[in-house]
């Protein structure tokens, strides 16, 4: 079984830009969970969909947003893209919205760059 | 969420064991513990997860304290394969510290 996917791998922007990043979770799985990983650190988590429905939001600004497609896949979006924004992002997929006996299967993430 | 404070590096033999520990005070009774490790270039990759009881499988053993404030992730025989930034989580698991990197020494 093909795991979560996620697209493009690498990109690069420039300031003040926007980018829409993609998530194909594992055939099965409802729910996605967006994580920002900045090096060296462990991820931050930015947002949770299941069905469809946002189910937790991080401390991000307003200029990040997502949503989940009834296929279940999901984008995320980044608006007006600081420099701080250049970071490793990464899709988790599980089949709860909450961590309870199913674990997250993550993507090997998209590696932004800001210039 | 639950608050998870680990070691920042620890350093291990190949073929010992070694025990991974993880503080998680602020759990909540009914969140599960959960151990992912990160390879370089690569996403978190699950390792075991557990409520109360100890747990097994293929990849490692977790024991998890009586008070389930606190955790360790035990491999039982680490390889240069098994290098790599582990980390815990509780709650909703929607919160990662900053990881344990272990280093393997040959």
């Known amino acids: 079984d093909a795991g979560v996917t996620q697209s493009p791998t690498h990109l690069i922007k420039t300031r003040g830009q926007q980018v829409t990043l993609r998530c194909s979770p594992i055939?099965?799985?409802?729910?996605v969970s967006w994580y920002q990983q900045v090096l060296g650190q462990g991820p931050q988590f930015i947002f949770q969909?299941?069905?469809?429905?946002?189910?937790g939001r991080g401390n991000f600004p307003d200029r990040f947003s997502a949503r989940q497609f009834p296929n279940y896949s999901s984008e995320l979006n980044v608006n007006a893209l600081l420099l701080g924004d250049s970071a490793l992002y990464l899709c988790?997929?599980?089949?709860?919205?909450?961590?309870?006996?199913?674990?997250?299967?993550f993507g090997n993430g998209t590696r932004l760059t800001v210039t | 969420d639950a608050k998870t404070t680990q070691p920042n590096s620890m350093e291990s033999n190949e073929e010992e064991p070694v025990h991974l520990p993880c503080n998680h005070s602020t759990i909540s009774g009914t969140d599960y513990i959960h151990w992912y490790r990160q390879l370089p270039s690569q996403g978190p990759e699950y390792v075991i997860h557990g409520l109360t009881s100890n747990v097994n499988n293929r990849m490692a053993s977790l024991a998890i304290a009586e008070d389930r404030k606190s955790s360790t992730l035990i491999l039982h025989r680490a390889t240069l394969r098994d290098a790599a930034v582990y980390y815990c989580t509780g709650g909703n698991m929607l919160t990662f510290g900053g990881g344990t990197r272990l280093m393997v020494k040959p």
């Open positions: 969909y299941y069905e469809k429905e946002e189910r």
């Open positions: 988790a997929s599980s089949l709860e919205p909450r961590q309870l006996q199913s674990p997250l299967h």
């Open positions: 055939s099965g799985h409802k729910s």
